[in-house]
């Protein structure tokens, strides 16, 4: 964040000065603070509002447009904190932090920023007019339409534009993904999902506070905080219909539980973890039964054993970004998945998993996979490196 260097001046002429643009001398800082308190007081009454579903106390404390497109979001916690007020006359411009939890699925609240507008009536009571992200946040769910939950036996799916029909689909992959990663993977993770599907790949863009054009041809990512102590929020799986519409069968099922396993591998991925392990993890795993073969699970790399240009090293992190290159991506992808797979074949699937959480215990990135594969694997990275060349070209080129 950027920020200025600030001259302060002594003396009291001064001091009023500097503090005018924010309060005023005298009893403007009294009279902003008394704001605050009743602002933060309307704010408390509209959340516990939401989570009474109690739609006419919250239509008394402003605009019902969120409460009514949230309402079917099953929630635990609800609650906003004030951290800025900017009063014009009978009007404000106010910044808040919202934290809630998702019934079930959150252990701990979702936090972000809202940037609020309110009004105040005659009779001196304010009025909350406009609830919308702040600047540099992403938007929620909700801010997009009126939300349609629809709950599996392992999932939560909330959608926007989407049919009831339609995000039952969506929770059936979700509840099939869901034992599947369990039983490569374990069960020290929640075992449960929660998946938003938004209307369009802007919808997705807008949750994500990013441009569209970073995830056109994605069709899903998860969002979370790797290496989480089990206190951070449940992830979310947020699908690109549009990317997601076109795959197969097959390929929407392999997407959903790569997703998946990015939930449950969290709390063991870390800034230690390269992409090309949790990426390639993500992908074994979303494979396995599928009866793809390498060569059909991995085009872009077996087209480039067969042009006899195979990669020489194993993808690197600049690899998995979004650009302008599909089949640099690819090739990233693909590597990653079948290092994991070489893993599985040679030293077994117990192996890898050990392996999987010794890169992300690891104090940080530097000799991170070198020391897991040392004494996980009984290897090096040159011989591993090695190893990996000769599996794309054995298991490519046939």
């Not at 609650?79 to 934290?99: F, I, M, Q, V």
């Not at 979700?174 to 938003?196: E, H, I, M, N, Q």
């Not at 090309?276 to 060569?295: C, H, K, M, N, V």
């Amino acid at each position: 964040m950027a920020g200025g260097r600030r001259t302060w001046r002594s003396g009291a002429a001064g001091l009023c000065l500097l503090l005018l643009p924010l309060t005023g001398c005298g009893g403007g800082q009294a009279a902003t603070g008394s704001a605050m308190a009743e602002v933060q007081q309307v704010l408390d009454r509209r959340a516990a509002a939401v989570l009474g579903h109690d739609e006419r106390a919250y239509t008394e404390t402003g605009t019902r447009t969120s409460y009514a497109n949230l309402r079917a979001v099953p929630l635990a916690d609800w609650s906003y904190r004030l951290t800025a007020l900017h009063p014009d006359g009978t009007a404000a411009t106010a910044e808040a932090r919202l934290s809630y939890r998702v019934q079930g699925y959150d252990r701990a609240p979702v936090t972000t920023d809202r940037a609020l507008t309110l009004s105040r009536t005659a009779d001196g009571h304010w009025y909350v007019t406009a609830d919308r992200p702040a600047p540099k946040a992403g938007q929620q769910l909700w801010d997009q339409g009126t939300v349609t939950a629809v709950a599996g036996a392992h999932s939560l799916v909330l959608g926007v534009g989407q049919s009831r029909d339609a995000l039952r689909g969506y929770a059936g992959l979700a509840d099939t993904a869901v034992p599947a990663v369990s039983k490569a993977w374990g069960t020290d993770w929640t075992r449960r999902v929660v998946l938003l599907v938004p209307r369009s790949l802007n919808g997705m863009a807008g949750l994500l506070g990013a441009p569209a054009s970073n995830y056109r041809g994605i069709a899903a990512v998860t969002t979370g905080e790797a290496g989480g102590s089990g206190l951070t929020p449940a992830d979310r799986v947020i699908l690109n219909p549009e990317a997601y519409a076109v795959l197969g069968s097959v390929g929407k099922q392999v997407v959903l539980t790569h997703e998946t396993t990015h939930v449950a591998t969290r709390a063991h991925t870390s800034a230690a973890t390269p992409l090309w392990l949790s990426e390639g993890y993500a992908d074994w795993i979303g494979y396995l039964d599928t009866g793809r073969t390498p060569a059909e699970a991995a085009p872009e790399l077996a087209r480039a054993v067969a042009d006899g240009s195979p990669p020489e090293n194993l993808p690197v992190d600049r690899d998995f970004g979004f650009t302008d290159d599909p089949t640099k991506l690819a090739e990233a992808y693909e590597g990653g998945w079948l290092a994991c797979r070489m893993i599985a074949a040679h030293w077994g699937e117990e192996r890898l998993g050990a392996f999987y959480r010794a890169v992300g215990a690891h104090h940080g990135r530097s000799g991170a996979v070198e020391d897991a594969l040392r004494e996980e694997l009984g290897t090096t990275l040159s011989d591993f490196t090695a190893r990996w060349r000769d599996y794309l070209t054995g298991q490519l080129g046939e």
